[in-house]
């Protein structure tokens, strides 16, 4: 059974650095693109970026420039989001989701984490 | 960046009839390769989201086939042929087809 099993919520304060996981199993890590997407309180879904563990090829949104870091440790097939100083506005449910790319993949978000929950409030 | 734009925002709908989301991108989403990669996913409330249907018209396993997709170049839809309760909830399209990857911004689907 493909699962990805996301890091529990995490209440931090601006300014401070947060790393948070998503560990997939059930499948071969090293052949899918893993991607996280935010959800802003009562918002829609935006796409922030994606990595592909074989060889850690990460490409970014430009709508989050230079603000997060996604990578990924294909050893423990577990994919990572990263922040190095928070913002208030960073508050927010982080999914991972998996991802088939290439000419013979179906190009869609198959599977998804249950969700991180970061809060960031002074 | 390709925008997709979903319409209605907000979609009431009488149990065991019809729904229809619509899904217009900005650009085509004709890949290179001859595919088109549209997606839409449910996201239930408190709930991650779920794909429903990959490429324009294909049902992701275990997805009921109530639901079902269509569309081409830049206009798609998702149908529900009848509502169920369970179906309540928000749907997204998502483009794959160029980076940036983008999202709708979500149809709300209550019952009346």
């Known amino acids: 059974e493909v699962q990805l099993v996301q890091s529990g919520a995490e209440v931090k304060k601006p300014g401070e650095s947060l790393k948070i996981s998503c560990k997939g199993s059930g499948y071969s890590f090293t052949n899918y693109w893993i991607g996280w997407v935010r959800q802003m309180p009562g918002k829609g879904l935006e796409w922030m970026g994606i990595?592909?563990?074989?060889?850690?090829?990460?490409r970014y949104s430009p709508s989050f420039p230079g603000q997060v870091t996604i990578s990924a440790d294909k050893s423990i097939s577990t994919a990572y989001l990263q922040w190095s100083s928070l913002k208030a506005s960073d508050t927010a449910m982080y999914y991972c989701?998996?991802?088939?790319?290439?000419?013979?993949?179906?190009?869609?978000?198959?599977?998804w984490g249950q969700g991180t929950l970061v809060t960031v409030s002074s | 960046d390709i925008v997709m734009t979903q319409t209605p925002l907000s979609s009431p709908v009488t149990l065991g009839q019809p729904a229809s989301i619509s899904c217009r991108s900005s650009?085509?989403?004709?890949?290179?390769?001859?595919?088109?990669?549209l997606s839409w996913l449910q996201q239930r409330p408190g709930q991650p989201p779920r794909l429903l249907i990959y490429k324009i018209s294909n049902r992701f396993s275990g997805v009921p086939d109530r639901f079902s997709g269509s569309g081409a170049g830049t206009d798609f839809t998702l149908k529900i042929s009848r509502v169920e309760a369970e179906d309540v909830g928000v749907y997204y399209c998502?483009?794959?087809?160029?980076?940036?990857?983008?999202f709708g911004q979500g149809t709300k689907l209550e019952i009346k």
């Open positions: 650009q085509s989403l004709v890949h290179s390769n001859g595919n088109t990669y």
């Open positions: 990595i592909y563990p074989g060889d850690s090829d990460t």
């Open positions: 989701a998996r991802f088939k790319g290439g000419n013979s993949g179906d190009c869609s978000f198959d599977y």
């Open positions: 998502m483009q794959a087809t160029q980076f940036p990857y983008t």
